[in-house]
């Protein structure tokens, strides 16, 4: 049998189950207690009534002559017979009997004492020497009549109880498990990159050690991270400056050299720098995106840092403008500084990579936080539209770029809860893309 | 313009120092903090460009250093950092502009230049000087939309006067602005490169003030 997955059911389960086992258990032993003790007094008046019965019979036989016949017994009123009896003299003839005595029923007498039969349980005793027998019968039916009564007694209140009783503890443990269901709440709605301790505060005290070894396990994932974070950006910045001593130089050499062939040479070695650099920045930001809480410990201005990555992008190597629309009140958010500008700086690069070079990208900021980056250009498929941010997903292979940009966009926007929408055509246009980044929720 | 660059990296650092040679620019290069604290405290610089990792310390604190001194000098921060919470710190220390390496020459001196002319008080890189029509960011000089070719030493020579309208500018200050420590110059170098501008552009564009030295002329 498959247990249920929730700790709840299984412990209704559980409890209802062993309940209505003890019930049973219980029922069963009191049923046979009780018949036990049933027949010992059922016994005990057999035997008393017949010990009763049987001298005044024989007084009566003595007074009365023997015609040789059988007296009858009769009834003062019609019931249900329970006892019945017969009188026998010592060779078996009958001399008295009850008005329902079914001859059938009743054996010869052979010795004083209790005879069990199928039907009935028979009581046996003589007097004057043997000469005077009385059997005694009462129907086994009626034992186990009674019996079967005491059970159902002892029973029936289980079908009404059982249920009672699991919903009851149905409520009590929904009410007693409510802080473990928060303590779950709360580990399941986070993101991958949230990493920060959870509260034990109103968790029972045998949960507390469980949640304190997962607040310990976060604590030590955290500081992995933020080692594999500090080794990303240490890594970054021992690879910037030699590749920044190598594209210095040749940049030298371009301007430099008279011969076109070196001149040639010097530009493919600036290409391939450039590649490089990009590829591994990328793979720093993915890394830094990936690597550690996205919350900021104060919040931060976005129009500062959005003009800034602007301001960048402005020198680069492309003919296309970018068109600012800021607040001009701070709009402050609790993502980390640097998560955000890397995805704002991937999101602009994009834009100015693959869109149309005649019409600026248009880089809108609204008071809640909602980041739109939008180009014109061609419309791209929805099937294409779908893959754009998954890893090394470029619409074309003859498309510059690391194919990396927008899965860091994603990978930010789930850190910090908030959710990425990409549209082509771009909103109000019939042509372009855009990406729209709704505020961190944290 | 004069300009001190504090980089450690040699190779970079050569190829940082030539571009702005070849700019017309004096540089003097030095690789440690505590030279660039000796040599700032000698020359009157335009320009400092400062990496950030010294082998003898941390540029940020060297910068907090210098301007809580009171020095204004237009610093440019070079660094492989390139964490935008690490520029807002090289920013709130002080710094005018902020590139991350590995960053193109020419956008180096794009900033350079744009960084030159916010301090001298005109951000804007066109300006008219009688019938001159001067680009200070395309570094071109046109009359009635002719090119009048100049060397870099003449532009940055030029650049100068067009940055500081109506100063007097000594000889001495030229010779800072144009040529580092370590280059012996001829007596009358500046009055060579002044007359030859003066034959480019007009007699009137520059002129002498007895005793102290030269400014652009009004006309």
């Known amino acids: ?442 | 313009m004069r300009v001190l660059l504090v980089e450690d990296d040699t190779v970079l650092g050569a190829g940082v120092r030539d571009q702005i040679k070849v700019e017309g620019h004096s540089v003097d290069w030095v690789t440690r903090l505590d030279e660039a604290g000796g040599y700032i405290a000698a020359a009157s610089y335009d320009l400092v460009l400062l990496d950030l990792m010294l082998p003898d310390g941390r540029g940020l604190p060297f910068l907090r250093e210098l301007r809580k001194k009171g020095d204004v000098t237009p610093v440019i921060i070079l660094t492989a950092l390139d964490q935008i919470s690490d520029r807002i710190d090289g920013l709130n220390a002080g710094a005018d502009d902020y590139m991350v390496k590995p960053f193109d020459l020419a956008e180096l001196s794009a900033r350079l230049a744009a960084v030159a002319r916010r301090y001298a008080g005109n951000p804007n890189p066109l300006v008219t000087i009688g019938d001159l029509e001067v680009d200070l960011a395309a570094r071109a000089v046109r009359r009635q939309g002719k090119l009048i070719p100049l060397t870099a030493r003449e532009w940055v020579l030029f650049e100068g006067f067009v940055q500081h309208p109506g100063q007097i500018i000594s000889k001495a200050q030229l010779e800072d602005h144009l040529y580092a420590f370590d280059i012996e110059i001829e007596s009358n170098t500046i009055e060579v490169h002044i007359s030859r501008l003066r034959k480019k552009l007009g007699r009137e564009k520059i002129e002498t003030v007895r005793g102290m030295g030269y400014r652009l002329g009004e006309a």
């Open chain 1, 1 to 442: 049998m498959r247990l249920p997955h929730s700790l709840q059911a299984r412990l209704v389960l559980a409890i209802g189950m062993s309940v209505g086992v003890v019930w049973v258990i219980s029922a069963l032993i009191a049923t046979a207690t009780i018949r036990e003790k049933v027949n010992k007094v059922f016994d005990s008046a057999l035997e008393e009534t017949a010990q009763r019965i049987l001298p005044l019979a024989v007084q009566e036989l003595f007074e009365a002559e023997d015609d040789g016949t059988a007296q009858l017994i009769s009834t003062l009123r019609e019931h249900d017979e329970f006892l019945v009896y017969i009188i026998r003299d010592r060779s078996g003839r009958i001399l008295l009997r009850s008005h329902d005595a079914d001859i059938q029923n009743f054996p010869p007498f052979e010795q004083d004492g209790f005879v069990k039969t199928d039907k009935n349980i028979l009581y046996y005793d003589s007097a004057v020497g043997g000469d005077f027998t009385i059997t005694i019968a009462e129907p086994l039916a009626h034992r186990n009549e009674a019996a079967r009564e005491t059970l159902l007694a002892l029973g029936v209140p289980l079908f009404f109880l059982l249920p009672l009783t699991i919903g009851g503890i149905w409520l009590l443990l929904h009410f007693m498990l409510g802080p473990l269901r928060g303590f779950r709440d709360e580990l399941a709605v986070r993101g991958g990159q949230d990493l920060a301790p959870v509260d034990t505060g109103r968790l029972p005290a045998e949960i507390i050690p469980i949640a304190e070894a997962v607040n310990a396990l976060l604590e030590r994932l955290q500081r992995t991270l933020e080692s594999e974070r500090g080794f990303a950006s240490n890594a970054a910045h021992e690879l910037r400056t030699p590749v920044a001593a190598a594209l210095a130089q040749t940049q030298r050499l371009q301007s430099e050299a008279r011969d076109e062939k070196t001149i040639q040479r010097a530009n493919n070695i600036e290409i391939s720098l450039k590649r490089l650099n990009r590829m591994s920045e990328k793979l720093m930001q993915m890394a830094r995106a990936e690597g550690g809480s996205l919350r900021a410990e104060k919040p931060h201005d976005l129009v500062q840092i959005l003009r800034m990555v602007a301001g960048d992008l402005a020198y680069g190597d492309h003919d296309n403008q970018i068109q600012l629309t800021l607040p001009d009140v701070p709009v402050l958010s609790w993502i980390d500084p640097d998560a955000f500008a890397i995805a704002a700086r991937n999101l602009l690069e994009n834009a100015l990579r693959h869109g149309s070079r005649e019409m600026p990208v248009a880089v809108d900021l609204q008071l809640d936080g909602t980041l739109t980056v939008a180009n014109a250009g061609p419309i791209v498929p929805p099937e294409d539209l779908k893959k754009l941010t998954h890893r090394f997903a470029r619409q074309n292979r003859n498309t510059r770029g690391s194919g990396l940009g927008l899965s860091i966009v994603q990978v930010i926007a789930d850190g910090s809860r908030s959710k990425l929408e990409i549209n082509s055509p771009a909103t109000n246009r019939i042509d372009g893309f855009e990406v729209i980044l709704y505020p961190a929720r944290f």
